[in-house]
């Protein structure tokens, strides 16, 4: 029987012992979300793993854990004293499925009607507005009280995020 494993991996290099693995056959699976950074003064909207260093790999039976091992960007396998940590499929088939569901949301509907938003850039940074709707894939209608009025502006999403 198949079962799945936890390999931890060498710092940031998820990726790449997640790669190696799967160029020598092994099944694996790396949950990942999605994150706004700002960088180089835009926000933008990113990957980063749900679980840090740690990668679930589908082992057979009985694994040649030094093959493992030394496969690029792996650091070891987990282990709780002598026995292998082992993952049920009832949980990493709940984390496919979570984890196909978050990847269908476009990026427009990261916010919803009602939203209070901060402004990050642009002539209108640092005032709060409240989301409208999208206004296509990389746009938002924001409703903005300025000097007295309400205004109806369409910005960019990667300087949108939702307000404290």
Do not use: C
Not at 30 to 43: E, H, L, Q, T
Not at 103 to 109: G, I, S, W
Not at 151 to 158: D, G, R, W, Y
């Amino acid at each position: 029987m198949d079962s799945w494993l936890v390999i931890y991996s060498k710092a940031r290099e998820e990726a790449r012992a997640q790669a190696h693995l799967q160029n020598q056959g092994f099944e694996t699976f790396s949950p990942v979300f999605y994150a706004r950074k700002n960088r180089a003064g835009k926000a933008i909207i990113h990957t980063e793993p749900l679980f840090p260093r740690y990668v679930f790999v589908k082992f057979p039976s009985v694994p040649n854990l030094s093959t493992i091992r030394s496969t690029r960007g792996v650091a070891g396998l987990v282990k709780f004293g002598n026995e292998l940590a082992k993952v049920p499929d009832s949980l990493i088939t709940t984390l496919r499925h979570n984890q196909l569901a978050l990847e269908q949301v476009p990026a427009t509907q990261l916010f919803k009607k009602g939203d209070t938003l901060a402004i990050l850039a642009g002539p209108f940074a640092h005032l709060n507005g409240v989301f409208e709707m999208a206004d296509g894939e990389h746009r938002s209608i924001i409703l903005l009280k300025f000097l007295g009025q309400s205004l109806q502006l369409s910005v960019e999403n990667t300087v949108l995020s939702r307000a404290n």
